[in-house]
T-cell receptor, first 110, second 115 residues
Framework: AQRVTQPEKLLSVFKGAPVELKCNYSYSGSPELFWYVQYSRQRLQLLLRHISRESIKGFTADLNKGETSFHLKKPFAQEEDSAMYYCALELYNAGNMLTFGGGTRLMVKP | GAGVSQSPRYKVTKRGQDVALRCDPISGHVSLYWYRQALGQGPEFLTYFNYEAQQDKSGLPNDRFSAERPEGSISTLTIQRTEQRDSAMYRC?????????????FGNGTRLTVT
C-alpha cells in the first residue's frame, strides 16, 4: 500500500534561514505529489503540486523518483511561513483520493 | 465566493449516539470528499462523490459510517453508535471536477468528540 512519511513533526528555524521540509513516499507506480498547508485558524489549502512545477510563496519541491522524495524547500524563511505542512500522494488516475503524511509544523522565529 | 461550509464546527456526543455531519461544497463543484484527521496525524481519506454518485467508500472504517449526497450538492456523513475512537476532525473538500488537475478546496472541518 502507498505511504507518505514526514519524518519531522516540528521544524524550527530563524527568519531568513533556509527551510527544507522532508517528504518520502512509497509507491511502485507513477505518483502525483502535493504539498498542502494550514496556517493558524485557516483552512487546509493546496500550496503546490509536482505536475505544475510552479513556485508558490517562494517554495519549490522537486520529485526525486530515485530517492522517492518530494522535499519542500525555501531559501529564506519568513515568519508568515509558520504553519502546518502536509505532503500528499495521489495514485495515478485516483482522482483526489489522497494519502497524506503526518504533517510537519514549521515555526519561523524572528 | 463562499468556500466549503461544514456544520457543526464542534460536536460533543456521548458514546452510543448517532451523529450527522454536514458539508456544503462550493457551488458547481462536481466532486466532494470526506477525510478524517486524528490528533497528530494527517488527513485520511474516507469516501468521495461525483455528483450524487458515491464513487469510492473504501476508506470508511466500518459499517457504522455512511455518507450520502442525494442531490449532488450537500453531503452528510453519518456515524451510528459512536465510539470514543471516532473522535477526530472530519474534513470535507470539494473540487470543480474529478481528477488531479482540479485542486481540493477544504472546509473548516467538524471537530467531533465522543465522551
Amino acid at each position: 500500500a502507498q505511504r507518505v512519511t514526514q519524518p519531522e513533526k516540528l521544524l524550527s528555524v530563524f527568519k531568513g534561514a533556509p527551510v527544507e521540509l522532508k517528504c518520502n513516499y512509497s509507491y511502485s507506480g507513477s505518483p502525483e505529489l502535493f504539498w498542502y498547508v494550514q496556517y493558524s485558524r485557516q483552512r487546509l489549502q493546496l500550496l503546490l503540486r509536482h505536475i505544475s512545477r510552479e513556485s508558490i510563496k517562494g517554495f519549490t519541491a522537486d520529485l526525486n523518483k530515485g530517492e522517492t522524495s518530494f522535499h519542500l524547500k525555501k531559501p529564506f524563511a519568513q515568519e508568515e511561513d509558520s504553519a502546518m505542512y502536509y505532503c500528499a500522494l495521489e495514485l495515478y488516475n485516483a482522482g483526489n483520493m489522497l494519502t497524506f503524511g503526518g504533517g510537519t509544523r514549521l515555526m519561523v522565529k524572528p | 465566493g463562499a468556500g466549503v461550509s461544514q456544520s457543526p464546527r464542534y460536536k460533543v456526543t456521548k458514546r452510543g449516539q448517532d451523529v450527522a455531519l454536514r458539508c456544503d461544497p462550493i457551488s458547481g463543484h462536481v466532486s466532494l470528499y470526506w477525510y478524517r484527521q486524528a490528533l497528530g496525524q494527517g488527513p485520511e481519506f474516507l469516501t468521495y462523490f461525483n455528483y450524487e454518485a458515491q464513487q469510492d467508500k473504501s476508506g470508511l472504517p466500518n459499517d457504522r459510517f455512511s455518507a450520502e449526497r442525494p442531490e449532488g450538492s450537500i453531503s452528510t456523513l453519518t456515524i451510528q453508535r459512536t465510539e470514543q475512537r471516532d473522535s477526530a476532525m472530519y474534513r470535507c473538500a470539494s473540487s470543480l471536477a474529478p481528477g488531479r488537475n482540479s485542486p481540493l478546496h477544504f472546509g473548516n472541518g467538524t471537530r467531533l468528540t465522543v465522551t
